[in-house]
């Protein structure tokens, strides 16, 4: 029998068969005929992307569960995406137009309507990079939904067929975070970032909606991913790879592929790799995509009102700055706790404050004790703080671990300075949205991923339990904040916000005051 007819290739074939008969059959549209060839189709190609990214990895020998990693982070992102496309209009808030055509995010809906509109119109597709009218300012996500509308389905509109595609890309960052990861940090660390990629809740609602980041997500994997094959002598398949990352942010969204440069730039000279004629050919390559990228961003930011007149420098801090006071302002009027403090603190340190705020979202405590929200939403709310919170501590102590173990110019250590610049520079210009600041930062999932399971196998082998001891903190001061936003909604007994903090600040003082002196009396002991 040829090979193309094995049993793994048949199983194949029965599981898009499966996939495209459920989706057919759970789509509330009419038309379930018309609608199981368009699914067929979509899962049919993205069965092929999906096949052809398993076998791009391997020349890397990636174990088979890294396959099943891959296939549970597609089946969970599919399986919540199509539950909360069915049950939102009927759990999620009724005076909310997004929830009630199934959509959890208001980018979401915002441009996959005005893709199922392009698609419907006489207009020609590449509209959706002309149009200042439209959602998507960078018309890229925009094109690719309405090509899927206007092909596969003109006369009924099926949001889940955008899903499966998104779904599909997000889960394939699995893949490339472990041959990122295992490449350069070790097996144990990439069998935690591989599974923290496929689970990691933010991600997983990224994935399960029709957003940019789960491209954004997959794309950084990528590059990093070309990152290390061309430090390891594979400048071929490096290149590949990177281009590959690179290509997709700039049809998805052209700043990101600024960063995305940048982020290829400064792990070379970070590590101090490259030399001679070939390292000025690749700088030269990235500064010719980065001005492409630049003049395409700047052309999608000329459309916003208001902007001013002036060089890319200018417009980028006035893009920053402008959101950043924006934020705050938001903050100050929709949270009386946050008006509350900024009352009582110097003008110059509500913006460091803000900043602060926006890194603790989702805020757990507050997810789990609103009382005012859908149950719906307070769960998928704190589903995402869970993720943040547990992976606060990791990325917390991999700084200092990374720079005392490996020094500074190590790709620990940049992985560090890249995930808190890029973690900071978000919640600076939007501390106060909660559903946009998270998702932000999650486009960097690949790093933190990386970087939280280098840092929790360093620990383990240099047996220090200041990681464990960090994490005690960031549990306690979630309880206490736990019983501090249950007085809010309950009015129950509590101590108020500055003894909760001070609580707080208390209970670390001491506790990493006695640990330290524990380990300088065990070090005492050890050495006489």
């Avoid at 392009?118 to 200042?132: G, I, M, N, Q, Y």
């Avoid at 599909?168 to 970032?193: D, E, K, M, N, P």
């Avoid at 700084?399 to 790709?411: Q, T, V």
Wanted: hydrophobic share 50%; with cysteine.
């Amino acid at each position: 029998m040829p090979k193309i007819f094995s049993k793994n290739f048949i199983l194949w074939m029965l599981i898009i068969l499966g996939i495209s008969l459920i989706l057919s059959l759970l789509d509330p549209r009419e038309e379930a005929i018309s609608g199981f060839l368009a699914y067929l189709i979509i899962s049919g190609s993205c069965g092929i992307l999906f096949w052809f990214a398993w076998r791009s990895i391997g020349k890397q020998e990636p174990p088979k569960w890294v396959f099943w990693a891959a296939v549970v982070a597609l089946g969970i992102r599919l399986a919540i995406g199509v539950g909360l496309f069915l049950a939102l209009p009927e759990y999620g808030y009724p005076d909310s137009i997004p929830h009630q055509a199934g959509y959890i995010f208001q980018d979401a809906h915002s441009r996959d309507t005005d893709a199922w509109n392009l698609a419907r119109s006489d207009e020609p597709l590449t509209s959706a990079w002309k149009d200042t009218e439209l959602s998507d300012q960078y018309g890229g996500m925009l094109f690719m939904s309405a090509t899927i509308y206007r092909g596969l389905s003109p006369e009924v509109r099926r949001p889940m067929l955008v899903l499966l595609l998104s779904a599909t890309v997000g889960s394939l960052a699995v893949f490339f975070t472990w041959t990122f990861t295992h490449q350069r940090l070790g097996i144990t660390a990439a069998v935690f970032a591989t599974w923290l990629v496929a689970l990691y809740p933010e991600a997983i609602l990224l994935g399960a909606s029709q957003m940019r980041e789960p491209f954004l997500i997959t794309a950084l994997a990528l590059t990093l991913t070309g990152h290390v094959q061309y430090r390891a002598k594979n400048q071929k398949s490096g290149i590949y790879f990177a281009l590959a990352g690179i290509v997709i942010a700039l049809l998805i969204s052209p700043p990101y592929m600024v960063i995305l440069l940048a982020v290829l730039f400064g792990a070379g000279m970070w590590e101090g790799r490259g030399e001679g004629e070939r390292k000025v050919l690749i700088i030269s390559v990235i500064v010719v995509l980065a001005m492409l990228a630049l003049l395409l961003t700047l052309r999608a930011w000329s459309r916003i009102e208001g902007r001013p007149d002036g060089n890319a420098i200018e417009l980028v801090l006035w893009w920053l700055t402008s959101g950043a006071e924006y934020q705050l302002r938001v903050l100050q009027g929709e949270s009386g706790w946050v008006a509350k403090i900024f009352g009582k603190v110097p003008e110059w340190s509500q913006m460091p404050l803000a900043t602060f705020y926006g890194l603790l979202q989702p805020f757990l405590p507050a997810a789990l004790m609103d009382s005012t929200s859908a149950p719906l939403i307070r769960a998928i709310v704190s589903f995402r703080g869970l993720g943040w919170f547990f992976l606060l501590p990791f990325l917390i102590c991999a700084p200092f671990i990374a720079i005392r173990r490996s020094g500074w110019r190590s790709l620990p250590t940049y992985l560090a300075v890249l995930v808190w610049l890029t973690a900071i520079l978000v919640s600076y210009r939007d501390a106060g949205r909660l559903w946009d600041n998270p998702r932000w930062r999650t486009i960097f999932l690949c790093a933190q991923a990386a970087l939280a399971g280098w840092t929790w196998i360093t620990f383990r082998r240099m047996q220090n339990r200041w990681l464990l001891r960090v994490g005690v903190v960031v549990g306690f001061a979630t309880v206490a904040f736990i019983f501090w936003e249950a007085g809010r909604y309950y009015y129950i007994p509590r101590l108020n916000l500055w003894e909760t903090i001070g609580l707080i600040a208390g209970f670390t003082a001491l506790y990493f005051g006695f640990s330290f002196l524990r380990d300088r009396r065990k070090a005492k002991f050890h050495s006489t």
